[in-house]
């Protein structure tokens, strides 16, 4: 990895620009671009289209903001019509002032940040050249008085795609590196930039997961190392999957519930013990505990946090998150957390399940698991209506009227009874999901309908709707949206106490 203490960084000469001296500070700051395998479909292109000389386009994007973080999230590629360019050749590109102006008051008028791509199609290892330095300084100086919120970077790609990135840190007034791009295609792709590697597995814990190893590789399991992922329910489904995600080792665990422990979860809910029970414990803390202690002493980044998923604190957690599972029992949160993956472009993996009993008779069971990768695999809205369609067709009629009556093919877990086995199979599904996600070892199931009677787990149509509000790839569509596509579910912020009014004196 470079270093990004503020430090100054060396002029890299290129042979084909003439060296110009200029040093850049580099501020502490990093950042990261998700891109939906469209707009990345349509970027790629555009880029490669013509690899004789250099190419440039830009992307709007929004952007998430947390402390010494930014996520760009590509919204829309603007290409550059060949009479806007001011120059381009084999080795040079400029874009006419007045294209870049107009770019620039839509960004202000529709609140979007800016990217500028453009190519150096003679190598697989591209660095941003001298004169790249020179002309971004002076760009992203012009830019600052927008700032905040404006966001200003740019990306120079190599003829296979790969890239150096960088963006402007207004505060600090000094560049930023931006690492890795995240392509939403299925499964996702992550690329990191030129000298952004991340750094080698460490192989201190290896003992701890040689099986494994053995199973998807040593990359495999230092993609799942890298993984920071939130579940979302610690209820005897969220439970069984936080625990093998933690055997597993994935990276950095987050485990959101606001709920007790009762006695009634003991049937199921993994890693409570009796007297957390009676005293109340939260479920996150318990199971928090359980699951680090498993876990080699370096590696104890379960982080419990007994928070309402829908709070400010829990989607700041939720939106640091590579990954977001949902083990929740609330067809309202299960589409909460469906909209905040769409908005922030992070894979969602719902699990639901449901059992009915008729007179001590198990009469009906399953649940089903879905991987939605935004935009380009169906979302929750999308197939709310599809998917029931597609799983009833695989029942016999008997079923099928129980699993209507019973409501549970929608997604809607029904409260009782719950029972351990059940939340097992479709909890590692699920896992099972996320581990060919990460580590790309098979390929993903998008959905996946299991039922408990005939032991029988198969996958189910799940087709995007192109008309979704959500994932659609329309300009009106919550996909990339960002903090924008969330306004109307964050509760408002207490309004700051009115100071009181002083009295005047005399009178
Ligand atoms: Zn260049
Ligand atoms: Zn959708």
Redesign the pocket.
């Known amino acids: 990895m470079r270093t990004h203490q503020g430090g100054v960084r060396a002029v890299e000469v ?1 042979p084909n ?1 003439a060296p110009t001296a200029v040093t850049l500070e580099y501020s502490p700051m990093t950042g990261e671009a998700r891109f939906p395998q469209a707009v990345w479909e349509q970027l790629r292109a555009m880029l490669l289209a013509d690899l004789s000389r ?1 190419t440039k386009c830009f992307v709007l994007c929004r952007t998430l903001e947390s402390s010494g973080r930014v996520v760009f999230l590509a919204r829309e590629v603007v290409p550059v019509p060949d009479e806007a360019y001011a120059q381009r050749s084999a ?3 400029e874009t006419r002032p007045e294209f870049i102006h107009a770019l620039l008051v839509r960004c202000a008028r529709e609140g979007y940040a800016l990217l500028e791509a ?3 199609p003679w190598t697989t290892l ?1 660095r ?2 001298s ?2 330095n020179r002309s971004d300084l002076q760009k992203f100086q012009t830019t600052q008085p927008m700032s905040p919120p404006f966001r200003h970077g740019s990306l ?1 790609f190599g003829c296979d795609m790969s890239f150096e990135g960088r963006f402007w840190d207004y505060t600090r007034e000094a560049m930023a590196t931006i690492t890795r791009l995240q392509v939403l295609e299925t499964p996702p792709r992550t690329l990191y930039g030129t000298d952004c590697q991340p750094p080698d597995w460490a192989r201190t814990a290896l003992a701890v997961y040689d099986r494994q190893v053995r199973a998807f590789g040593l990359e495999g399991q230092a993609m799942l190392s890298r993984l920071r992922v939130a579940v979302v329910g610690a209820g005897g489904l969220g439970s069984q999957i936080a625990n093998a995600l933690a055997l597993l080792g994935v990276g950095h665990l987050l485990l959101i519930d606001p709920d007790r422990l009762e006695l009634s979860n003991l049937n199921r809910v993994v890693g409570a013990s009796y007297a957390q029970a009676v005293r109340g414990w939260r479920k996150v803390r318990a199971l928090a505990q359980r699951l680090n202690r498993a876990r080699p002493p370096e590696r104890r980044t379960v982080a419990p946090l007994p928070l309402d998923v829908r709070t400010r604190e829990a989607l700041a957690h939720l939106l640091s998150c590579d990954l977001i599972v949902g083990a929740v029992d609330s067809a309202v949160a299960r589409q909460y957390l469906n909209t905040v993956a769409m908005c922030a472009l992070i894979p969602y993996l719902d699990a639901g399940v449901g059992v009915r009993s008729e007179n001590g008779r198990l009469a009906q069971g399953g649940g089903q698991v879905q991987v939605v990768i935004p935009g380009a695999t169906a979302c929750l809205a999308c197939t709310e209506r599809g998917i029931r369609q597609s799983v009833e067709e695989q029942l016999t009629p008997h079923q099928r009227e129980l699993s209507i009556r019973g409501g549970y093919i929608q997604g809607e877990a029904i409260p009782n009874p719950q029972v351990v086995f059940l939340n097992g199979v479709v909890g590692n599904l699920l896992v099972w999901e996320l581990v060919k996600l990460a580590t790309h070892c098979a390929p993903v199931q998008p959905y996946i309908y299991y039922d408990l009677l005939g032991q029988h787990a198969f996958p189910a149509r799940a087709e995007r709707n192109p008309n979704c509000l959500l994932c659609a790839a329309h300009p009106d569509s919550l996909l990339g949206q960002g903090l924008y596509g969330l306004m109307g579910y964050l509760t408002p912020r207490r309004a700051p106490k009115s100071k009181p009014i002083p009295t005047p004196r005399g009178g």
């Open positions: 290129n620009h250099e080795s040079l590109v453009h190519t150096h591209p941003f050249s004169v790249d120079v």
